[in-house]
C-alpha cells in the first residue's frame, strides 16, 4: 500500500504559477512510474504528466512547455511546477503511482485559475 498527499493548490489569477507537491507513505525509489492526472468538471480525466524511475518525463500536448514535473526520492515527493496557467488548467489534480500492477491514487488537489 503507498498513501499519497497532494498539497499545493489554490485559486491563481491567469498567468500565474503553482507548484504541487505529492509526498508518499514510503519510499518512492522503487516506484516505477509517477504521475499528475486532472479532472475539470463535466469532463473525464486527463494524464497531465509523468516520470519514470530514470527521470524520463512525458507531458500532455496542453502543458507542454509550462508545466514541469519532478521527483525527490530523499523525501519521497514528487512535484508539478505549473506555469503561465490558464482559465482551462482549472480541474482537481490527483497524483498517481505505480507500484507492481498496482495504482495508487491520491485525493487530489483544487488548482482555480481565473480569468
Known amino acids: 500500500q503507498v498513501q499519497l498527499a497532494e498539497s499545493g493548490g489554490g485559486l491563481v489569477q491567469a498567468g500565474g504559477s503553482l507548484r504541487l507537491s505529492c509526498t508518499a507513505s514510503?519510499?518512492?525509489?522503487?516506484?516505477?512510474?509517477m504521475g499528475w492526472y486532472r479532472q475539470a468538471p463535466g469532463k473525464q480525466r486527463e494524464l497531465v504528466a509523468s516520470i519514470t524511475s530514470g527521470g524520463s518525463t512525458n507531458y500532455a500536448d496542453s502543458v507542454k512547455g509550462r508545466f514541469s514535473i519532478s521527483r525527490d526520492n530523499t523525501i519521497n515527493t514528487m512535484f508539478l511546477e505549473m506555469n503561465s496557467l490558464k482559465p482551462e488548467d482549472t480541474a482537481v489534480y490527483f497524483c498517481?503511482?505505480?507500484?507492481?500492477?498496482?495504482?495508487?491514487w491520491g485525493q487530489g488537489t483544487q488548482v482555480t485559475v481565473s480569468e
Open positions: 514510503r519510499s518512492i525509489v522503487s516506484l516505477n512510474v
Open positions: 498517481i503511482v505505480k507500484r507492481g500492477t498496482a495504482t495508487y
